[in-house]
């Protein structure tokens, strides 16, 4: 076993509570070798080399960004089991999963051994463990990923405000089976998972091991409706909106003429024209959960 830390997690709160964390995990009889992470990116690195290595669970101390740079890592090696101690900003991967956000409760959830097999998403080349959020999700990740002091759906929104009044509805494509759509779009959001930005609900239907991905796509809208979907998100009734579309797939294709913000489980990135292909793998990543989270979301 090998346990990735990542010390800029929650914006550098782990780094500088680490010892009293580690303390704790001490405590509970939780106390592998551990690493911490140098770089973005760096868990990526981290989790092939200790799959190299003949390392069979790689746990991860951080939030969704370095679970899913860890998962890629993990699924570029070959692979290998997945441990998760939630200490990040939006914890959206540990809900997901059903991993409990206590330190001491998700240390015991790993020390248990049961596991589950989770969906990931493929974007691209790329795969990502809980939500994709392209347009003025990604747009606001950008900015939300520069607030320290208030995290989770406060921090979310408050990052939204600025971009809200700023944000230009590009035309894009989108295809999934019978479904079409060209037009302008405000999001995209493509989900294993229920939750995004510390518990923004945009895919209430979501189940992140039914071997199929779920989206929401909402249509170009103003500033006063885009803050009017924000807040139905919260609520979960965002898709039940005009000009909101949900979506169930295994393959979905994306094509754009310009370059189009996004983020990949809270990792700020962009895609770039011609577009990009969204498909689920099925069962891919096997994970340290509690045996059921049916109905925990």
Request: aromatic share 6%; glycine share 12%.
């Amino acid at each position: 076993m090998l346990l990735v830390v990542n010390p800029a997690a929650a914006g550098g709160r782990l780094g500088r509570q680490w010892p009293r964390m580690h303390a704790r995990l001490r405590a509970v009889g939780f106390d592998p070798p551990f690493v911490f992470t140098e770089a973005p990116g760096h868990a990526t690195q981290l989790a092939a080399e200790a799959v190299k290595l003949g390392e069979t669970l790689v746990v991860v101390a951080g939030g969704d960004g370095t679970f899913c740079e860890a998962v890629q890592g993990l699924h570029d090696a070959g692979g290998a089991v997945l441990g998760l101690l939630p200490v990040g900003t939006g914890n959206d991967v540990a809900r997901t999963v059903g991993v409990p956000l206590n330190l001491e409760d998700a240390a015991q959830v790993i020390t248990a051994g049961a596991t589950r097999r989770f969906d990931l998403i493929r974007a691209g080349d790329r795969v990502v463990l809980n939500a994709i959020g392209i347009g003025l999700l990604g747009a606001i990740n950008v900015n939300s990923t520069r607030i320290k002091i208030v995290r989770g759906i406060a921090g979310y929104l408050a990052a939204a405000v600025g971009t809200l009044f700023s944000y230009d509805c590009p035309e894009i494509a989108l295809s999934t089976g019978p479904f079409k759509y060209r037009g302008r779009m405000t999001i995209l959001a493509i989900h294993s998972g229920v939750t995004t930005g510390g518990g923004f609900r945009l895919t209430p239907a979501a189940l992140p091991d039914d071997g199929a991905l779920d989206a929401l796509l909402v249509e170009a809208t103003g500033v006063p409706t885009r803050l009017a979907r924000l807040v139905a998100a919260v609520q979960g009734t965002v898709a039940k909106k005009p000009g909101c579309h949900e979506l169930r797939f295994t393959r979905l294709e994306l094509e754009t003429a310009v370059r189009l913000p996004c983020h990949f489980d809270g990792n700020a990135s962009h895609i770039e024209p011609p577009g990009m292909t969204f498909q689920v793998l099925a069962g891919a990543q096997e994970i340290l959960a509690p045996p059921s989270i049916r109905g925990s979301n």
